[in-house]
């Protein structure tokens, strides 16, 4: 079963504007985190956002958790024709044996027109 | 630092034949998943290991599929017998343990499983 729900499903913006992701989950977890995956392959790790965090950035990419609403959203800045992938949230929950169950969302597909 | 390692990258069988896969993780990652991801959706997780024992297979179909971890360090996914909605990329990741520095999935490039 999936963990978390994206929206949207796709999207289109024009190079040099500014893409949002949003992921919902429904049980408590440890973190959060965001993934990249282009043509179906292998998944690149993105940022990771713990659970007593609220933002977090990296680069042109900022994320913000809210456990509360257990959502999380990704903004990539000034986007880029090479951002053009799909982007995968991911969340995180430990258990005592020091390792975590980690369950994907259903993604975003993200296009960048040059 | 090698990476996640998998083969073989494209495998094409029949119906009812079986398939094998193999991964071999980051050196030291105690944490091992098998992932299958079906075109368009995102990745389900199929099994995890911790060192050489199952810690999560609850979505497993055990009736074909198997899995083991040896040593604690390399492993085989295998699917006995194939059906046509085994079609998918199956991916091998491992991680360090929680809370250390680099707490994040490595995942290798899959292996793209066509069941005609």
């Known amino acids: 079963s999936q963990q978390g729900e994206e929206d949207p499903q796709a999207l289109s913006i024009q190079e040099g504007e500014n893409a949002t992701m949003n992921c919902s989950y429904k049980?408590?977890?440890?973190?959060l985190q965001w993934y990249r995956q282009n043509s179906g392959r292998g998944l690149v790790h993105l940022i990771l956002i713990r659970s007593n965090e609220r933002e977090k950035h990296s680069g042109r990419l900022r994320v913000t958790l809210d456990t509360s609403k257990k959502s999380s959203s990704l903004l990539i800045t000034a986007s880029r024709a090479a951002d053009t992938a799909s982007y995968f949230c991911a969340t995180g929950v430990a258990n005592s044996g020091g390792y975590q169950k980690v369950t994907f969302g259903t993604g975003t597909k993200l296009q960048v027109i040059p | 630092e090698a990476g996640v390692a998998q083969s073989p990258r494209y495998k094409i069988i029949e119906k009812r034949q079986s398939v094998a896969f193999w991964c071999n993780p980051i050196s030291g990652h105690a944490t091992l998943y098998w992932y299958q991801q079906i075109l368009g959706q995102g990745p389900k997780l199929l099994i995890q290991f911790q060192n050489n024992g199952v810690v999560d297979d609850s979505q497993l179909p055990k009736d074909r599929f198997s899995a083991e971890r040896l040593k604690g360090v390399d492993s085989t996914l295998k699917i006995q017998p194939a059906k046509l909605e085994d079609s998918a990329v199956y991916l091998c990741a491992s991680s360090p343990p929680v809370n250390s520095p680099n707490e994040k999935l490595f995942f290798g490039s899959g292996t793209q499983l066509s069941v005609l």
């Open positions: 049980t408590s977890i440890n973190n």
